[in-house]
């Protein structure tokens, strides 16, 4: 059986920062896909950051605040977030893809950021 959990989420002030983790655990194996998506009360899942087949892809709403990256041994994917702004208020969830393709999502974790 195949986990991702992440960890890292919480409260904080505008301007902030946050670590977010997800590490991986059980059978899975030949991990192409790694990243990191956020839903929003009453809004789409949404893209923030993934890299995919070591190519690294920004929503235009992470670009130069957020920073992905990812450690293939640990089976661990990161997302360091900077400059923080209430509107990045949401549940954020990580995903993994191996090279057969399949897909296996964390179960997310709150983020919120006010005053």
């Known amino acids: 059986q195949v986990q991702l959990v992440e960890s890292g989420g919480g409260l904080v002030q505008p301007g902030g920062s946050l670590r977010l983790s997800c590490a991986a655990s059980?059978?899975?194996?030949?991990?192409?896909?790694m990243g990191w998506y956020r839903q929003a009360p009453g809004k789409q899942r949404e893209l923030v950051a993934i890299?995919?087949?070591?190519?690294?892809i920004n929503a235009d709403s992470a670009r130069g605040r957020f920073t992905i990256s990812r450690d293939n041994a640990k089976k661990v994917v990161y997302l360091q977030m900077n400059s923080l702004k209430p509107e990045d208020s949401a549940v954020y969830y990580c995903?993994?893809?191996?090279?057969?393709?399949?897909?296996?999502w964390g179960q997310g974790t709150q983020v919120t950021v006010s005053s």
């Open positions: 995903y993994m893809q191996t090279d057969r393709s399949r897909g296996y």
């Open positions: 059980g059978s899975i194996f030949n991990i192409n896909d």
């Open positions: 890299i995919v087949s070591g190519k690294t």
